[in-house]
């Protein structure tokens, strides 16, 4: 067996390992309180199966590094897999010190999410660029993801503590912002199926777009709702688009990218109104009782812990470890590119969490809707500063 296969095997392996470990500490938190004994023997197991997730992940990126070479960051499925890891590292520490099993239920399926949507990008193995070529790309780069996978553990305690303390009673401006939050996450979950089920069945659809006289392809993965501007389908047997890309949209993959987003919100809805009808009321409402026995202000706690300790991590790689190399790099430590803005953007989000905080008093709802806001800049500068602007950074 090829170093190839042991490190997609090992992957596979690590993410249905974080599935079943979710399945055990949903079962502790289920068991009633007088079965203490059995309570912690199922998160124990659940803890244990995670370890051995995080560790065959482990063998995933020791083999990949091995196969190309070089740490496996440089490309959008390398690096959104390195976070997925970074966050359930993190998740281990962190329920090692507090030992809920709470924690469990919400942040190992988001993380199994995140990797699974690693999964989108292709998977090839590939010499790096010349651009890449440096020991900056290992430090500075697995510095920022390991600094946002513990950020992303403030995220999962804000998300809860706002469906624990938030009234569900009734349909209020705050409780549908939480439930915005939820229906963002099975947008997110929309992508990923609606990509799969369509690259399973290598589906394809490609167009020639007129590029000022000249003719480029675009390709698609998905039917094509949206077609570029100017563009002639060329595939048969496939679905004619809707409408084209509105002119504004420059570039030759304009119009697929907003045909993904378009199928994504699709699905998404699809899934969440499924999941409305089998709970016959808001995700956010049924998911309150689950939470309803952890205690708010430990909650509290791990998203000022979380954000105490990955702010200075991410410091390091995202502003620090970034100027180093750019200087190196470039020959400049700064300069207005979409990546480094939204990286500054980022880092002065979670110093304001920190000073309302400490100084004005910020805690408990206050600090759930900042925790979750922050990710929410996190993963904006993942998925659209990486796929859609225009930047030296971009995976794209």
Known sequence: MDLYSISSGALLIAFILYLVATFFFGGAIRQDKSERHQKTKAGSIGLVITIIGFASQLVYFITRWMLTGHAPVSNLFEFTTFLGMSMIFAFIIIYIYYKTAFLGVFALPLATIIIAYASMFSTGAAPLVPSLQSNWLHIHVTTVALGQGILFISFVAGLMYLIRQIDQTKLTFRNGMLEAVIYCIFLFIGFIVITTIFNAVSYQATFEVDRDGQAVMAEYQLPPLAAPKDSTLLSENVMNPWFEAPAWMHGDEAGRKLNTVIWSFFTGTIIYGIAFLISRKRIGKRLHPLVKGVKPDMLDEIMYRSVAIGFPVFTLGGLIFAAIWAQLAWGRFWGWDPKEVWALITWFFYAAFLHLRLSRGWHGEKSGWLA?????????????????????????
Request: proline fraction near 0%; hydrophobic fraction near 70%; aromatic fraction near 12%.
């Open 372 to 396: 979750v806001v922050g990710f929410a800049i996190i993963m904006f500068n993942l998925i659209v500063v990486n796929l859609i602007l225009a930047s030296l950074h971009s995976y794209a």
